[in-house]
């Protein structure tokens, strides 16, 4: 789970730099992330469903604006993930073999690049939020590492 959220983390912040990775790798790692999400919220569907579930029930400011943070951020990536599918240059026409599209649909490419900034934001704050959780997983990982190397 933590080398998932790790690997998340770097893939998030490669894809927000395309002239960093070039367009191919950028479509091809933001086609890889769908799997990586899907797994993370697999790993976490115990969380979501109690929170789910005890939505309407007492809960702390602390839980409620979290769990709000956190469909913000999945529909932030949907939308992210699927404008960039629909804008595609090279990966999708690869995968689908169908021709490329002569001019790229503003419109999508608009709504990839806004929501690129949203979710950026978003998932600093996701991170921050569940920033305990990431540092006790780093300390168990890493003091055993520590502990075997001595
Ligand atoms: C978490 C996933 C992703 C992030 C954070 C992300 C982020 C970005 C950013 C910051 C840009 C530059 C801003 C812009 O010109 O619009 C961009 C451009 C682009 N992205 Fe993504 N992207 C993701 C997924 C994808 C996927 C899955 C595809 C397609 C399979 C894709 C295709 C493209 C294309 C074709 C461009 C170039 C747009 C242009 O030249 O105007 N992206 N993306």
């Given at each position: 789970m933590f080398w998932l959220d790790v690997t998340l983390l770097l893939l998030v912040c490669a894809l927000e730099t395309v002239p960093f990775t070039g367009l191919v790798l950028h479509e091809w790692l933001g086609l890889a992330l769908v799997g990586l999400a899907f797994a993370h919220l697999l790993f976490s569907w115990s969380w979501i469903a109690s929170h789910s579930?005890?939505?309407?029930?007492?809960?702390?400011?602390?839980?409620?604006?979290?769990?709000?943070?956190?469909?913000?951020?999945?529909?932030?990536?949907?939308?992210?993930?699927?404008?960039?599918?629909?804008?595609?240059?090279?990966?999708?026409?690869?995968?689908?073999?169908?021709p490329v599209a002569p001019t790229m649909?503003?419109?999508?490419?608009?709504?990839?690049?806004?929501?690129?900034?949203?979710?950026?934001?978003?998932?600093?704050?996701?991170?921050?939020?569940?920033?305990?959780?990431?540092?006790a997983a780093g300390r168990r990982i890493f003091g055993r590492l520590w502990e075997g190397a001595r």
């Open positions: 579930r005890g939505f309407f029930s007492r809960q702390s400011a602390r839980a409620r604006i979290n769990y709000f943070l956190n469909w913000s951020l999945f529909a932030g990536m949907t939308a992210l993930i699927f404008s960039g599918i629909l804008i595609s240059q090279k990966a999708i026409p690869t995968l689908t073999a169908a649909d503003w419109r999508w490419d608009s709504i990839h690049d806004t929501c690129s900034n949203l979710v950026l934001i978003l998932a600093g704050l996701h991170l921050a939020l569940n920033w305990d959780w990431a540092l």
